[in-house]
């Protein structure tokens, strides 16, 4: 199992930008496919980007293309989401995981605990 924890949340001003961190410890980070999903209040958690092990590959939902970027630190064991053009529906929690793609869907298997992103005039 690895053990997740997020940080870098916080309010931001629409057009704003907020870099998410989420470091790891635990099972062998640099092996796995890791992601994004957020959960607005009284909504369902929804994925919103995941990277390959290397880094080589990455995969947004439609609606953060272009404004957001997943990368990774392996030395560090560390993964980030950069969020630009911050929107007010952008507004969440968002977690960190350990993910598999089933189906076309991305699963998370271990999660963190989140960090509230608020995008508010």
């Known amino acids: 199992q690895v053990q997740l924890v997020e940080s870098g949340g916080g309010l931001v001003q629409p057009g704003g930008s907020l870099r998410l961190s989420c470091a790891t410890s635990g099972r062998t980070f640099s092996s796995h496919t890791m992601g994004w999903f957020r959960q607005a209040p009284g909504k369902e958690r929804l994925f919103v980007a995941a990277i390959i092990w290397n880094g080589g590959k990455t995969y947004y939902t439609d609606s953060v293309k272009g404004r957001f970027t997943i990368s990774r630190d392996n030395d560090k064991n560390t993964l980030y989401l950069q969020m630009n053009s911050l929107k007010p529906e952008d507004t969440a929690v968002y977690y960190c995981?350990?993910?598999?793609?089933?189906?076309?869907?991305?699963?998370?298997?271990?999660w963190g605990q989140g960090t509230q992103v608020t995008v508010s005039p």
């Open positions: 995981a350990s993910v598999h793609s089933y189906g076309g869907t991305w699963l998370g298997d271990d």
